[in-house]
């Protein structure tokens, strides 16, 4: 899996290329935990996100709670079979998700 | 043979052995060279002297009566002078002394005016040239030489007889002028001498220069062979050995320390002490970690005995109940894993069964899941409802987690005497139901995970089974199961595989799958935990009601 990363100010980008596995999800973790100080919008970009397993989806609520103390979070670009996954585990719930709009 | 062999691959040997070699080489050089030198000098001053002596001889000669000599006149003087010649040759040690006229022409002829010789000298045969003898120049050279003694280019000329041919003893001939009082000269001088006393000063100067050669290699060999060994073989000896015994013994031996004042030596000792260290060390550490390994495997095989065992694990698991059968299996990807199944009684007639999903593996899975496996009993054991079971659970898990790991997990309670079922899920797969002929996916209403977020609601349902109707819930690593071609197996490729044989037993089913996804996964890698639980229901058991 690969991970971009853009930061704008105090506001924060990562983008997910390949698949989020119990294999990767723990290199995102380090990434994502690492990046957070002072970030006030994390904007989490899964266009290219083929696959989260749970230990993936553990990563984003983690990403999520500590969010949640200093600003805005929000997963764009999401795929059909990723969001299915979030639906099914009500992650829909309660992070801020969103489909990629294929119309545009 | 095995002496020989031993020597030439003996360093010592091999070093002492080329210097030898080294050492004559020289020898032969200096001394040669050394000779050439010394013959050059020798003859130098060896001509020198008969040159002065010569010129003494000449001096006794009047050089204005020569011609009268030779007709017969001043017999007198020459009768003196003759003597006199003699006597010189006797006391200087000289072969002969001859004074001759050359024809001036082509310097071809001589003719004799003296020639006292001196046999003794040199145990020679000579006979002397009686006054007037003529005689043709012996050869170009003794004519060119004549000449430039006539001539007086030089004072004096020298004729070399070192290697003879004729039987004659080598000699040296000096020649000489002798001048008239008009200062021209009118005759020459020539002193033999003989030159044997080259070879007897040069020979002690050779036997000196070999013997200083095999003297001084002799001399080097032993030194060099006192410091190669004292430096160089006892050392690498020294270190050979210990390092054998290390091969042998595995542990630090006495320090070889500063063993050769060789710098290359020395640091090999040093390297060897390091290394020793290092492999002691080394192996201390290996042995460590392998036992830390032995340990940690086998209580990880306890660790998957006890987690495979929390779970019922014998089937058919109620031998008295009719009104269902059940089958259920647990495969972790590991030893220990995060899914689990399990099912118990409520009361009487209601069983509780559960299927959940940490998200996680391994040991932190395994501990969550055993946790949440005990929490979930507890709260089903005191509270009917499965919402209100998953809400409890909930609270109960986030309080307490620190490590953000959460659970999916569904939850139904089956009423025998009706096949009714009451669910709740909490962020879990969908079960598939088979209602009358066909599996299909039933699309449940979902709450969010467990252990993620405190105050979450859930929703309860309820699925009514007929008999003959099957309930299948299962964990992600079925649908996720993927092949080499990163293909996932999915929720439909799933029902396709129950709906093979969707008559067949609980058990059966279950079989089935897991030979479809060995099948489908085929070589690649099983990397999630697989779990699965099958139920089927088989009507009211009238025996058991009236009981």
Known sequence: ?104 | MKLIQKLRSSMAFNIIGSIIIVLLIFGILVSTLGYFIFTDTFKREYSTTTYHMADTAASLVNGDHLDDYLEGREQEEYQQTRELLQGFCLKMNVTMVYVILVDRSDYGRFVSVFNPINNAVDNSEYTEWELGHERDTTNDEYRRKYQAVYEQQVPYETVYRIKTTDGQHSHITTLVPIIGSDGNVSAILCMQRPFSELFNAARPYLIVIAAATIILAALASIFIALFIRKQFVNPVRKITKEATRFSKENTIGEPLGSVSRIEEISNLAGSIDTMEHDMVSYIDNLTAVTAENERIGTEMALASRIQSTSVPNTFPPFLDRKEFDIYASMTPAKEVGGDFYNFYWIDDDHLAVVIGDVSGKGIPGALFMMVTNILTNQAAQSMGRPAEILAHVNEDLCKHNRVDMFVTLWLGILDTKTGRIVAANAGHEYPAIQHGGEFSLLKDKHGFVLGGMPGMKYTEYEITLAPGDKLFVYTDGIPEATNSNKELLGTDRMIDILNKDSSASPEGIINNIYKSIDDFVGKAEQFDDITMLCLEYKGKDDQDNEH
Not at chain 1, 3 to 15: C, P, R, V, Y
């Open chain 1, 1 to 104: 899996m690969n991970i971009e990363k853009i930061l704008n100010g105090t506001e924060l980008t990562i983008a997910l290329d390949g698949r989020l596995d119990a294999n990767t999800a723990d290199e995102l973790e380090t990434e994502i935990v690492n990046s957070l100080e002072g970030i006030t919008g994390l904007i989490i970009d899964l266009d290219k996100l083929e696959y989260v397993s749970s230990a993936g989806l553990r990563v984003f609520l983690l990403t999520y709670k500590k969010m949640v103390k200093q600003g805005e979070m929000k997963i764009v670009n999401v795929n059909e079979d990723v969001m299915s996954i979030f639906e099914m585990t009500e992650f829909t719930d309660i992070l801020d998700i969103n489909k990629k709009e294929e119309n545009k």
